[in-house]
């Protein structure tokens, strides 16, 4: 025997080698999911079974196709499992390389089982096998046509699996914004101070929209009271305090590695005025509503207070701070 007699375990360990060389390189093509699929798929299985059987007689090619992606469908989740148990867990990198070693390893013992085999069984299949495999010279018409619906719905299948595997629906769309301490920590937030004392907290946003999009923040200074009675917020004092705005690209969730933000900035704010004030955050995407005019520099009494309001309720995406302000 020579090589060709070996070709479709060479091909399978090269591809799962090219896998790895598509995955660190070129991590979005679609050549990487179509091959991923069949990785996952059908090479762990192929390589074991023919490991299991290298001779011609003991399974016939149907089986063996089945078998391959039946028992795929069992390794994969079994190395998994297996990972699960081990400090580098359930994740791109040890699946990769968990799996490359499977196909390769078992790959070789494939080739080795073949060569001692008496009457290796090696995949050369042409359209006249297939006539034998299938029985066709024998079958009737209604097994003829029924053959070939069931291998139409076969190949529909495998085609749709892969258009759905390649072209993924986009994942939930959201924003990050958070806000931290000086220290860069949830912890540590200044809800003390004194007339015209600076103060700094960090702000955050990381865009998870699957598009460009450009942020506006309003930092607002809020006096309000809530009746219980009524259920109700009146708002006493509102002022503009500063406004922000950036743009940001798609970031991509990262679940394998460690958070890191997009996009930060220190801001500094001081307070004027003596009492208990709230801070608020408020966040626009695309486009910032238009503003009223104050009345002397106050928005309490204007359309802006529907902005507080809309932020209590959650239905603007927001942060505050409640803040006591002493006098000196």
């Not at 799962?16 to 060389?21: Q, T």
Request: no cysteine.
């Amino acid at each position: 025997m020579d090589w060709r007699d070996y070709w479709d375990l060479l091909t399978i360990t090269a591809l799962s080698l090219i896998l790895d060389l598509l995955i660190v390189f070129f991590p979005n093509s679609i050549a990487r999911k179509a091959l991923g699929l069949a990785f996952v798929l059908f090479f762990p299985g192929y390589v074991f079974i023919t490991a299991l059987f290298p001779n011609k007689k003991e399974l016939d090619n149907l089986e063996r196709l089945a078998l391959s992606f039946g028992l795929s469908i069992a390794i994969v989740p079994l190395i998994g499992l297996a990972l699960n148990y081990t400090p580098w867990g359930i994740r791109l990198t040890p699946i990769l390389v968990s799996l490359t070693i499977f196909n390769v390893l078992f790959g070789i013992t494939a080739i080795y089982r073949r060569m001692k085999a008496i009457d290796p069984w090696i995949p050369r299949i042409d359209v006249q096998k297939l006539k034998e495999e299938l029985e066709w010279e024998k079958a009737s018409r209604l097994d003829k046509a029924l053959t070939v619906i069931l291998i139409i719905a076969i190949i529909s299948s495998i085609a749709t699996l892969g258009y759905v595997i390649t072209h993924p629906k986009p994942g939930e769309k959201f924003t990050e914004f958070y806000i931290l301490g000086p220290s860069g920590k949830a912890a540590d937030y200044p809800t003390e101070l004194f007339v015209g004392e600076n103060a700094t907290v960090i702000l955050g946003i990381a865009n998870h929209e699957y598009r460009n999009v450009t942020y506006y923040v309003e930092v607002w200074l809020v006096n309000l009271t809530y009746d219980f009675d009524t259920n109700q917020t009146h708002i006493h004092n509102m002022y503009l305090m500063d406004t922000l705005n950036v743009t940001l690209p798609h970031k991509p969730i990262d679940i394998e590695g460690n958070w890191t933000p997009q996009w930060e900035t220190n801001y500094t704010f001081s307070i004027d005025k003596p009492g208990k004030w709230q801070l608020w955050f408020l966040l626009f995407k695309d486009k910032e509503p238009p503003l009223p005019k104050p009345i002397n520099g106050d928005y309490a009494q204007t359309d802006a207070a529907q902005r507080i309001l809309d932020a209590i309720n959650g239905t603007i995406l927001s942060l505050k701070l409640n803040i006591d302000v002493r006098e000196i």
